[in-house]
Structure formats: C-alpha cells, structure tokens
C-alpha cells in the first residue's frame, strides 16, 4: 500500500540484504519513521513497545526476528524463539510464525540456519500479503451486494485491520480497499478504539492515504449510529479465533458485536489462516487477554498546536485504572468469517469447511 504516493509494507529487508525495516507505528500519523533492527532483541522490543502491532504483523516481525538471531547464534534456537514469543500473549499468529520457523529450522545444521531462517521469515511475509489481498477478494461480494442495493455502503470498523496489521493490504480493510479501487461508493466509521487510538490514528491515516471517505467516532458512538440506520456491516479484523468460531479481537469488539446484533446489523469478521488456533474451543474462557500498562488508560499523547509532540493526563490524579487490551465475542453473535479460502459460518462446521486439515 502507498504512503504520500510511495509503495510500503509494514516490514521488510533492508538494501544490506539482512537488517529488518519497520514503520515505527507509535509515530503514525504524525511522522512517518523507519526503523531499522539488528537483533532479535530489537525485534522483540518493537513488538512489546508496539512499534509494530496487528496480529500477523507480530508474527512476521518475530519470524524476521528470529532470522536476525540465527546470523550470531544459530544454537539459541529455541531460546531465542522462547523470547520472542513472551511479547504478546493474546494473537496466536506470533506463536504461529515462530513454531513454523522453529520447526523448519529444527532440521537444518546450525551453519546454514541463517539462509533458512531470511527464506521462511520471507515465506510468511509473502504468504500474509498474498493472504491478504484474497481476504479483500472473499469480502468484497458483502459490499458488492449492499452497494448495489443501497447505491452507498456503510461499513463499521474497530482497532486498525488494515495494511499496518498486516505485512500488506490488511484483513478487515482489505474488501474495503478492493470495493473502493472497484468504484463503489463506500464510507468507512473508524472506531477510535482506546486507549490506544489506533483506529483513529492508524486506521484513519491508512484509508485517507488510499483516499477512502471516512469519519473517525468516539467508540461509544457505534450503537447510535446502528440505531439509526447508518451502519450497513460491522467488519473487524481478530487476534485469535477458536475452534467453533469465537473472536479475540481489540477491546469494545464485543460491544460493537451486541449492538450490531440488537440492530439487525451484520457483524463479519476477516482472518488469516494464521489466526485460527483449533486448539482452543471457548474463546472467553481459554484465550489469555493481554493487560497493558495503566498508563495507556490515564495518558494521551499526539502533538500540540505547534506540532510538539506531547504526553496528557486525562483521568483524575491517583486514579487506579485497568487495561484489559482484547475481549471475546462469542460465535453466537459473528454473522460469519471471511479468509482467505473464502466465507464460512463462525462455527466448528464453518471452519472445518474452509480448513479440514486443521481439524484432522
Ligand atoms: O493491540 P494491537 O494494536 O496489536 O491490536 C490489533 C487488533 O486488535 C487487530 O484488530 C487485530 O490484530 C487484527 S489485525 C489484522
């Protein structure tokens, strides 16, 4: 996808042909900085900090990450991969990518694992973005059908699902981007998804890139606007979706879901096949919900009027505040999944459909 008309992903390989290069997403939209890592150390700091962030971008950046490590110590594979996968606890793609290259690399004499390790990170930043643009594809049908029928498609989002998410195009945004390139007449709600704002720092900035007409509301706005008519589908994208169809997805999901249910409004979610972890059946009660740092909570930052980058408290001093970074919303309230390999039902039948060798 383009920023300021030049074609990005949200990583790739440096001209040295090893170092790793990243959009650093804690200064979007004020500034567009690269940041070039060196060492799986660097690669894990980026995902905690959230210089990177968005399910299968994590995954992407600890593969490349852990290709970064086998340059010095191809014996430390498993270490190394322990490391990178203590970042984030909720998105299962960051487990997923580093089990794949763990297992590919597992094979290989420890002189040789570099090589391996630059291809495989780079087969899965592939596969992500070709994943991706199918996503768009499988998706664009929903809006094809509502435009024809309205003249005008409304689409909900929440979090940012979008190209930053992703090594490419994104999942959520990606029938958005494929609809909008079609010539249809669709407007995107952004969410502006607190406490981190990434639906109206980075979602916002990614569609205005790409020329989409959006508007940014405050979250609690989305039943309202259900309500009254001016919600056509609700798509967001998920960090883990389970084996009967249950969606781990940015905090205030869940509320979109129930109101968009109340409304008679469609509730879609887009995945990558990296995000289906069979191995977990109740989503609310089995997948662990990241807990960030207060601070998220009580504090703002984004520049003053002179464009100074500044830091504001907006709770009341002394304040205890909580910071549970995720929540689940039940199968029972996802009108259905959109992937890769095409759309299916938010169920155990749905996605076995879709993914039989995952539930051999
Ligand atoms: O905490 P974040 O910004 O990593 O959370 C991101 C989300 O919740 C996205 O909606 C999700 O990862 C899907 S990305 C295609």
């Known amino acids: 996808m383009k920023i300021n008309g030049q074609t990005y992903r949200s990583v790739w390989l440096d001209a040295d042909g090893w170092s790793v290069r990243i959009l650093d997403q804690t200064m979007l939209p004020w ?24 399910a299968p ?28 996968g203590e970042t984030r606890p909720t998105a299962i793609n960051l487990r997923w990518a580093l089990e794949r290259m763990v297992a590919v690399l597992g094979n290989v004499p420890p002189a040789e694992r570099a090589a391996v390790a630059y291809a ?32 005008r498609v409304n689409v909900l989002t929440h979090c940012n699902a979008g190209w930053l998410a992703t090594v490419d195009f994104g999942t959520a ?16 709600w952004v969410d502006e998804t607190r406490p981190r704002n990434q639906g109206a720092a980075l979602t916002a900035f990614e569609l205005g890139a790409h020329g989409v007409p959006h508007t940014v509301v405050a979250d609690n706005a989305g039943g309202h606007l259900m309500q009254h008519g001016l919600v056509d589908i609700c798509i967001v994208g998920t960090d883990r979706v389970t084996r009967q169809g249950d969606v781990a997805n940015k905090i205030g999901t869940y509320l979109k879901a129930l109101a968009a249910r109340d409304n008679g409004v469609p509730f879609w979610v887009a995945l990558p096949h990296s995000t289906l972890d069979v191995a977990v059946v109740d989503g609310v009660r089995e997948i662990p919900i990241e807990e960030r740092s207060p601070a998220e909570v009580t504090h703002l930052s984004g520049p003053d009027e002179a464009g100074v980058l500044r830091r504001i408290q907006v709770s009341a001093p002394g304040s205890a505040a909580a910071n549970p970074a995720f929540d689940v919303t039940p199968a029972r309230l996802v009108s259905g999944l959109i992937t890769e390999r095409g759309r299916c039902a938010a169920s155990v039948a749905g996605l076995a459909g879709l993914y039989p060798e995952k539930f051999t």
């Open 57 to 84: 971008l994590i995954g992407a950046v600890a593969a490349y990450g852990l290709a970064l490590a086998m340059r010095s110590a191809p014996g430390d594979l498993q270490a190394i991969a322990a490391m990178l």
């Open 173 to 188: 945004l990606s029938p958005i981007y494929q609809a909008f390139d079609a010539g249809l007449d669709v407007h995107v």
């Open 31 to 54: 500034r567009v900085e690269q940041l070039c890592l060196q060492t799986a150390e660097q690669a894990a700091h980026a995902i905690a900090s959230m210089q990177v962030r968005g």
């Open 120 to 151: 495989e990170a780079a087969a899965i930043a592939d596969d992500d973005a070709e994943t991706c643009r199918l996503i768009g594809q499988h998706g664009l049908p929903l809006l094809a059908e509502i435009a024809a029928a309205k003249g």
